[in-house]
């Protein structure tokens, strides 16, 4: 089975060899902190991606607040590099979809019971929507 980090241990070797620097860049960094994550036993690689995509997309918000744009380019360039290898992010109705069926299994019916709904549907989303996203969805379902 081909891991995560073997692919893009193939694609680094292709950026390399097509001398696309700052994909090569992005592609070192990221098998440096799957392998990291890999030797510390945490064996999901695509939260490893999500953690770093977040990380780049934070940094741009940043920068575009400094006043720095070419900085922020940059790290939403490397957080397109980072999405390409997560699966696609679900859409919103897919995503009310999942909420609420999460707050038929749990039995919430009010905005305390939030927590509950998260605990449920979160496992499901799989990582292919943000926790704001699920949350915002969440609240508006039960009302909040």
Do not use: C, H, W
């Not at 070192?28 to 780049?56: I, M």
């Not at 980072?82 to 919103?92: K, M, R, T």
């Not at 605990?119 to 009302?143: C, F, T, W």
């Amino acid at each position: 089975m081909v891991t995560l980090a073997d692919t893009v241990k193939q694609d680094l070797t292709s950026a390399m060899k097509a001398r696309e620097s700052e994909r090569v860049g992005t592609l070192r960094l990221v098998l440096s902190e799957l392998q990291k994550a890999a030797k510390e036993g945490n064996d999901d690689e695509q939260a490893v991606l999500r953690r770093e995509r977040k990380r780049r997309l934070e940094a741009a918000e940043a920068f575009r607040k400094g006043d720095r744009p070419e900085l922020a380019e940059a790290e939403e360039a490397e957080a397109q590099i980072i999405a390409a290898y997560l699966p696609a992010e679900l859409g919103d109705d897919e995503l009310r979809q999942i909420v609420e069926a999460a707050v038929a299994e749990s039995g919430a019916t009010s905005p305390k019971d939030m927590g509950q709904v998260m605990k449920a549907a979160m496992p499901k989303v799989g990582g292919r929507a943000d926790g704001k996203r699920v949350s915002a969805i969440v609240k508006e379902v039960l009302g909040a």
